[in-house]
């Protein structure tokens, strides 16, 4: 092969600019991806492969009142001349639309297997098969009357609608999803006879905002029902920016066994979830014991949802096990609100909940007046071939004569009668029992009940008041085809409002994360190096040979997986740890900077358990502290939270419960003071107050007790000592005094406990 054969003809030679090309490939893709694939019209809700499914099924005369036909012979009409995409991809849309589950009012009626809430996949479409529902026909309902436009399909052998007709609101009514290049849709469906009351509303108030629809559409109406918990100002700002969300919860009841035994009963699924693999991940989480409160779950489902719950004892909070589940399972979903649609069409537009149904109702009025003009036309033409035929029978006996007689008896009787060529053509192709005298009466009435229409006609087309006029009242035909409830005043079995609106349980949240531990007793060990880990149950007895070389035992708290432990440095911050987060105490532990974002240069002072609603006194070395809540000092994030304030030579020393009414406070001098607690302010961060005075040192140990019980201590053998206030006249006085020198037989290590 010689080099010549290998370059390129001189002509295909050419210098494309990379950056150039792909932006103008990647942009056609776009715009084909958004407006010919992910994201409905406006107009009638529906995306191409949807139209074209509809459409296809109206050519092959699958009406509600007729027969099925295999769903392979739609797929094939529509990918053969409509959509040339995969059969599988437009099995699938035909399926969505066919399940009740999935569409609020579907379009399609299924014969067969189509899937079900579980998750399990339809049958194939040989299988299957399929016709239009009454929602379908509506949308396609004056197709043949010039109604919209068509285009041609894209092999150009046929055509197709551009847009559906739609007298439906399925954009809102049925919802939409979509995922194209840069931008996505999601519309929850509605329900439709809400949605009529608010569009005949804007008929009559155009200038009306999002907030006065929100009376007739207080939010989505899911096929699966279930409980809507979102605020009412969250689901305002989303109808009137169309982006927002809306927190669905499963609904349930609870049944009563007998001898205080109860089970919860699921009996509405969340939109969108597959029952099969939510019972999956609830067994998962069980069998991880992440549920303590549940003992078991069973589906007894039937045609109806039944998901049976059994709590673990009958003295478990059902509200407390429910807000489990949704924190933890798909029970409660966030259903997101972007209602991102293609304006007439064309333009990718977000839209809020009124500018979507005037875009339905203006295309209706579109609608309205293009088939009208189209029924003006048709009667044109009828009245030309009844003025026809009247003059044919006015002149019976000449126009017989004429077709018997003359050679060009079309153009004779044009001549003769003034006739035009429609109406010559009609009067030949007349049958001879269309003469019999009855006809002509016939002919008549006809024609002065289409010159009747005519003038009604011209008078709708000249007003615009008329034309809504006639649009409300197609909207209250739907409504009544479709209505919320039923003549005893209750809400349609079929029709009616599934989704309910509730609020969500006032349970707090910590007890709830509290009871998604399981609670086992604990032993939690600190190391004088840092190290941090949780024994299984309560011991006294600690392997000093736990410990890394070096380091041994700091403090050791008795607590429950369920506990916070609160930590304090010599920095005055309080740290929270969980108790079910840490390490297990075979190890060796971890240190607790790990956990914790402990400042360099600063120590471990204390490790208690939190216990809700008590109190302690913090104090600094210097002598200042205050009083503060247990509540105050939990601590949300790594970073602690600064409780007591001190200088950077100063430091924290002591962080202790208030167990009574009297303070004592001892200093290094080896000076003790007691005065009451009601001294010392309450606060949540800061310095405090002086507590003692000191010319040298600063504050040892410092103990709350009660003024009837007496103060007690013990020194380093374990013998207690108690002191009664009578017998501590001499040390007590007010706060910040200097106090007097220890009594006899108090701890060298100037420590309440030796």
Known sequence: MTKDTLTPPAEDNRVVDLRE???????????????????????DGLK?????????????????????????????????????????????????????????????????????????SAAAYRYTEAKMTDVATRLLEGLNDDAVDFKATYDGTAEEPVVLPANFPNLLA???????????????????????????????????????????????????????????????TAYETGRGSFRLRASWVREDKGRGVYQIVVTEMPYGVQKGKLVEKIAELLLAKKLPLLKDIRDESADDVR??????????????????????????????????????????????????????????????????????????????VLDGYIIAYLNLDEVIRIIREEDDAKVSLMATFGLTDNQAEAILNMRLRSLRKLEEIELRREHDALSKEKIELDTLLASEP???????????????????????????????RRTRFGEASDVDADEIESQM????????????????????????????????????????????????????????????????????????????????????????????????????????????????????????????KQVLNVSATEEAKALVPVEGDMVAVVGENRKLLVFAVSELPEMTRGKGVRLQKYKDGGLSDIKTFSALSGLVWSDSSGRSFVRPLTELAEWQGERASAGRTVPAGFPRNNRFVG
């Open 307 to 384: 998901l049976v719950i059994e709590p673990r004892a009958g003295t478990v909070d059902p509200a407390i096990l429910m807000e489990q589940l949704y924190k933890l399972t798909d029970l409660e979903q966030r259903i997101p609100l972007n209602l991102n649609v293609l304006d007439k069409g064309i333009v990718p537009k977000v839209m809020s909940l009124k500018e979507a149904i005037v875009a339905w109702l203006d295309h209706r009025k579109d609608v309205l007046v293009r088939r009208s003009r189209n029924r003006l036309r048709d009667i044109a033409t009828r009245l030309e």
């Open 517 to 640: 531990i399981e609670k086992e007793p604990i032993t939690v060990i600190l190391s004088e190096k840092g190290w941090v880990r949780a024994m299984k149950g309560h011991t006294s007895e600690i392997d000093e040979k736990s410990f890394k070389t070096g380091d041994r035992l700091k403090l050791s708290v008795h607590a429950q997986t369920t506990d916070k432990l609160l930590l304090l440095t010599t920095g005055g911050k309080v740290f929270t740890l969980q108790g079910d987060k840490l390490p297990g105490g075979r190890s060796q532990g971890e240190p607790v900077r790990l956990m914790i974002d402990i400042d360099e240069g600063q120590d471990i002072i204390d490790l208690f358990v939190h216990r809700p609603g008590a109190k302690r006194l913090i104090a600094s070395r210097k002598g200042d502290g205050f009083v503060v809540s247990e509540d105050e000092l939990i601590a949300l994030t790594r970073k602690g």
């Open 174 to 236: 049925n919802g939409s999803q979509g995922i194209a290049v840069g931008m996505a849709t999601s519309v929850p469906p509605h329900n439709v006879s809400e949605i009529c009351d608010a569009a005949l509303h804007l008929i009559l108030n155009p200038s009306a905002p999002v907030a006065d629809l929100l009376q007739f559409i207080p939010g989505p109406d899911f096929p699966t029902g279930g409980v809507l918990v979102e605020q009412a100002g969250a689901i305002r």
């Open 21 to 43: 090309a792909l932006e103008e490939r990647y942009l056609s893709y776009a715009l084909s991806t958004i407006t010919q694939r992910a994201l409905p019209d406006a107009r």
């Open 48 to 120: 191409p492969v949807h139209r074209r499914i509809l459409h296809a099924m109206r050519l092959l005369r699958l009406d509600p009142k007729g027969a099925y036909k295999k769903s392979a012979k739609v797929v094939g009409d529509v990918i053969g001349g409509l959509h040339p995409h995969g059969d599988q991809s437009v099995y699938d849309a035909l399926v969505r639309l066919a399940q009740d589950f999935a569409m609020r009012y579907p379009l399609v009626d299924g014969q067969g297997n189509f899937g079900n809430i579980d998750g399990d």
């Open 466 to 496: 008329r034309q809504w006029g006639e649009i409300t009242k197609q909207i209250r035909d739907l409504k009544a085809a479709f209505p919320a409830f039923g003549a005893d005043g209750k809400p349609h079995p079929r029709w009616g």
